[in-house]
């Protein structure tokens, strides 16, 4: 295609560049179809990503729109559609207005204006992997009307960060009233030849390495790609919050080509603006993960005005539910410093019926009131799981409720997830605990978008293959690069659970390695299975929110080493796949005027423990190098804290 060899004339002289691409750019055939005032550039503010938009003239009357993605002048996305098609019919006939009739929707847009635009700040969450998020980006508004019915106007809004290309499609208040149906959006994706994809076929599926071809089923999102070079990719969705949620698909016509592919239609109101999609670019596999912020910065400032209720921290499940069992995993949780008890499902009655009252304790031996003022007095707070046929029927009054009893949050179980119906439900249960001060962890197949900093009292969530599918070291390795680039998630760690298909110290450094501000520990663990194991401090130490985070090597499914800093100390864990394997871990990142003590947690076979894991500490600077030599299925972790005088 013409826009790449653009590129490349980029890097010759300047005149010669500008005199060689504008007569090959113009003299080609496709340059020929291009509408004229169409093509715009957009740069990163570092300048190393390129987003180029223009609309062709494809027939004498119709046309589409197009963009591609540059990388250091490499290509990433190739020339893709933009579409979405929408019905409105139906309304359009209920008001009396013009019908329309065209096949494509947009193939009759005309372009009536450019609107550029740069923003550049910080905010800080009161969660996060780090302490502060700078949200830097230049912006380009294509403005478009349909050419043949001006009540439809539709801005394509396009932002360049350095983390990445962003772009949605916005639709202005309808001066008629008339309302919105989107019947499906098939934008493209069309990457360089050789591209790989981290394939899941649903939230909590192992996933797999699969070139863009045959794929039996849709991908899950955000979806990390391998491109031919070595270059990085991730195709991801923010603020989906009033829509149906999209995964992947490939081109039944287009080869190499990914499409996004609606779970249902939505019906919309005007005005209002699809969900981002984002197309993530790095060197390293690990800047996707240190750039995941960008998903937050494409949505909306936080909604809740006084956030000093919102409390991260770290929860264990009591397996037993009875009054003498959570008063023993209250005084476990306070010698551990656990912040959290959790009550798992079935406390209250059969989840899966309208008829259980999640305002009622259905089993015997279980003083709900007692074991929360047993805990509020030592500090521990209580969650309350609540699966769906409760939470759908009474959430309009059950936070409330739990906000009397003092409940401090609520596990949403087995969600619905997908269609738009369930999506905005979803968001609206979300607020309703907000109101009530409750904060919320949401399980089983949902997945955020960014919506986290909306409402920071989500916590966490899951959709991913965590200890409750029990997955092997190769899998967790997986991971980070890419459930995790969609934020926080519960992958509720285990310890003493004898399914465990990894080691223990690999159980140990998934805590630094893994983001949850609500963090389980011990999930299938009772408090009886401890014995005081010395490496327990790595977790009674580690904090769930971070003033830093830094991944210092790692690839996807290989191994991955991260280091996550509070205050002055730092936490650090490497899990390796199912393969022994040795690693070098520089502490450059360590101030040069400091001295440091380092605790590190590591297996060895000979410790006499049943965990196996040795605990060696060490004075270490900027200039240390650990040597990490990792067993099969095997980790380290790392806490390293300044000595003071």
């Known amino acids: 295609m013409y826009y790449p060899i653009f590129m490349q004339l980029r890097k010759l002289k300047p005149l010669l560049t500008i005199t060689v691409a504008l007569f090959g750019f113009f003299s080609s055939a496709r340059a020929q ?10 740069y990163s503010p570092d300048r190393n990503i390129l987003i180029t938009f223009y609309q062709k003239q494809l027939t004498d009357s119709t046309r589409g729109m197009y963009y591609t993605v540059n990388f250091k002048g490499r290509p990433v996305v190739l020339e893709s559609l933009l579409d979405l098609q929408l019905d409105n019919h139906l309304s359009e006939q209920a008001m009396a207005l013009k019908v329309d009739r065209h096949e494509k929707w947009f193939e009759n847009l005309k372009i009536t204006g450019i609107v550029r635009s740069t923003k550049d700040t910080v905010w800080a969450p009161i969660t996060g992997e780090s302490s502060q998020i700078r949200d830097h980006y230049q912006a380009i508004t294509i403005q478009a009307v349909k050419e043949d019915n001006s009540i439809y106007p539709m801005n394509i809004e396009i932002r360049a960060y350095n983390e990445g290309a962003a772009f949605r499609y916005f639709f202005p208040e309808n001066e008629k009233g008339t309302y919105y149906r989107i019947v499906s959006e098939n934008t493209e ?12 076929s649903w939230a909590q599926a192992p996933y797999k390495l699969l070139p863009l071809k045959s794929w039996k089923d849709e991908g899950e999102r955000p979806l990390t790609l391998e491109l031919p070079g070595g270059l990085y990719a991730c195709l ?10 999209t995964k992947f698909k490939l081109s039944a016509v287009k080869p190499n080509t990914i499409l996004t592919s609606m779970y249902t239609p939505a019906d919309l109101i005007s005005p209002f603006g699809t969900p981002w999609r984002v197309i993530m670019v790095a060197e390293k596999a690990g800047d996707l993960i240190q750039n995941n912020h960008l998903l937050l910065n494409l949505n909306t400032p936080s909604m809740i005005k006084d956030e000093s209720w919102v409390k991260p921290g770290k929860i264990i499940r009591v397996m037993t539910q009875t009054t003498a069992d959570a008063k023993a995993n209250i005084d476990f949780a306070v010698k551990h410093n656990l912040q959290y008890i959790l009550f798992d499902w079935k406390w209250y009655g059969p989840s899966f019926t309208f008829k259980s009252d999640a305002t009622k304790v259905a089993i015997p031996d279980f003083d709900l009131p007692d074991i ?24 309009d009054s059950l936070f409330k409720v739990y906000k009397k009893w003092g409940v401090k949050g609520v596990k949403f179980g087995f969600v619905q997830v997908g269609s738009h119906r369930w999506t905005t439900w979803v968001q609206k ?41 029990m997955p092997d070291a190769t899998s967790n390795t997986i991971m980070p690069f890419t459930r995790y680039i969609a934020g926080a998630a519960d992958y509720t760690i285990c310890y003493y659970d004898p399914r465990i298909k990894t080691s223990h110290a690999h159980q140990l450094a998934m805590a630094a390695v893994y983001y949850s501000p609500l963090q389980t520990l011990y999930w299938y663990d009772l408090p009886a299975y401890s014995k005081d194991e010395p490496e327990l401090e790595f977790w009674d130490k580690i904090p769930t929110t971070w003033d830093e985070t830094r991944v210092l090597d790692g ?24 393969d022994a394997r040795k690693l070098k871990i520089p502490l450059n990142f360590l101030s040069k005027d400091k001295k440091y003590i380092a605790s590190i947690y590591s297996d060895d076979p000979s410790v006499a423990t049943s965990t196996k894991v040795r605990v060696t500490r060490k004075s270490v600077d900027h200039k240390t190098i650990i040597e990490t030599d990792l067993i099969p299925s095997g980790g380290q972790a790392i806490w390293i804290r300044e000595i003071t005088k």
Request: charged share 20%.
């Open 33 to 42: 179809q291009l509408v004229s005032g169409s093509l715009q550039q957009l």
């Open 189 to 200: 994706f069309s990457l360089p030849e050789g591209t790989n994809a981290w394939h899941a």
């Open 236 to 245: 991801a969705e923010a603020q989906m919050v009033d829509y149906a949620r």
């Open 372 to 395: 929360i003022k047993y805990g509020k007095e030592r500090g521990v707070g209580v969650w309350l799981y609540v699966n769906l046929q409760a939470l759908y029927s009474q959430s």
């Open 429 to 469: 249960a979300i607020q309703q605990a907000a109101e009530s001060q409750i904060m919320v962890n949401i399980h089983d197949d949902w997945r955020p978008t960014g919506e986290q900093r909306t409402w920071p009292n989500l916590l966490t969530s899951e959709g991913i293959r965590g200890n409750e599918e």
């Open 555 to 578: 690839t996807p499914g290989k191994y991955i080493t991260t280091a996550r800093r509070k205050a002055k100390d730092w936490f650090i864990g490497t899990l390796t796949n199912n």
